[in-house]
């Protein structure tokens, strides 16, 4: 049987300012840093491709961060070089790149396109200018149709968007008119995230003091039950609880980390995982490139997930999409309790009415999705 394809992700930790509400590693400015960041970066890659785990196929690259649209498109064409001559990357590979509408000039997306990206993610975030302002961020609403607008006319048939939601004085109405807009103008893809408060971020500081106050709970859900309506009546399906698109535009990089893919991700704090292994890169940049320099690992933490959990985190995370997981298969290796405390924790979400059995594929209810973290955790917490 061929080896299983792998994705491959590359992390670029360069960004102009600070999201109050991100907890990705990044850094400010620090244009000076990025020349020795992606000589380390090449010479990971190289490493990496040595690596017997991942000599197979390479069926997606995803450029994320961080802010990828900061290096320009000679930077990406040579790390997507490198990454051509040491792997076998496929014909027909998927390759992503996150961009920020801001400065985001059609010259620039010409580039990327000649250079192999056949997909961009546009970090939309909001349409409306109060809201990236509370977010952060460093475009403003007027700018968003045409970079969606340029994206078409330089030739990417492959465009997807990010929204969120859950934030301050917005409503269940306001919400729905923003996807509503943000659908009207054509994407391919459409990933929309409830804001969340992550240890740390200024965002979680502001919330506890009470300068940031999100909608209830009630408003947030009404929101999150929204938005399939909405973009199902423009022809943008769901595929993951999250993640909607048009047929044949899902991620294919990320679907195949829901279905259980391995996955290499260069780059520092960049995580990868192959079966029940998984390491991440340290989430510093100079110490990153100064261990890659000098012939050290750049590697900061690994895991090895017993046979319990490794079952538990991929029915997880194929229960986030809306084909499910055949449980079945994925449980019948597993010693009798492992299998029967999982098994259980599946029967008792079916009989809550939070997910639903087809012979031994499982997949989440409506229902389920809204309250799909606690199915989660029990299946996750020991």
Known sequence: MPAAPIGLYVHVPFCKTRCPYCAFYFVVGRKGARDPYVGALLDEIDRSARDPRFTRPVASI???GGTPSLFAPEVIARILERIRARFAVAS???VSLEANPDGLERGYLDGILACGVNRLTLGWQSLRDAHLKALGRTHRAGEIPRSLADARAAGFANVGVDLIFGLPNQTASSWTDEVTRAA???????????????????????????????????????????????????????????????????????????????????????????????????????????????????????????????????????????????????????????????????????????????????????????????????????
């Open 62 to 64: 995803y450029f994320g």
């Open 92 to 94: 027909d590979a998927e």
């Open 184 to 382: 009207e103008l054509g994407p391919d893809h459409v990933s929309a995230y409830e804001l969340t408060f992550e240890e740390g971020t200024r965002l979680t500081r502001d919330r506890d003091v009470g300068r940031f106050v999100p909608p209830d709970e009630d408003e947030r859900a009404e929101m999150f039950e929204g938005v399939e309506r909405v973009l199902a009546a423009a022809g943008i399906a769901r595929y993951e609880i999250s993640n909607f698109a048009r047929a044949g535009h899902e991620c294919r990089h990320n679907l195949a980390g829901w279905r259980g893919g391995d996955l290499l991700g260069v780059g520092a704090s960049a995580a990868s995982h192959v079966a029940n292994a998984r390491w991440t890169n340290v989430a510093d940049l100079d110490e990153y490139v100064r261990r890659v320099r000098t012939g050290a690992s750049q590697v900061e933490a690994v895991e090895t997930l017993d046979d319990e959990l490794w079952a538990a985190e991929e029915l997880y995370l194929g229960l986030r999409t809306t084909e499910g997981v055949d449980a079945g298969t994925r449980l019948a290796p597993l010693a009798a309790p492992s299998r029967a405390r999982l098994a259980r924790v599946l029967d008792d979400a079916c009989e809550r009415g939070l997910a639903a059995r087809v012979g031994s594929r499982v997949t989440l209810t409506a229902r389920g999705r809204l309250l799909a973290d606690s199915v989660f955790e029990e299946l996750l917490v020991r």
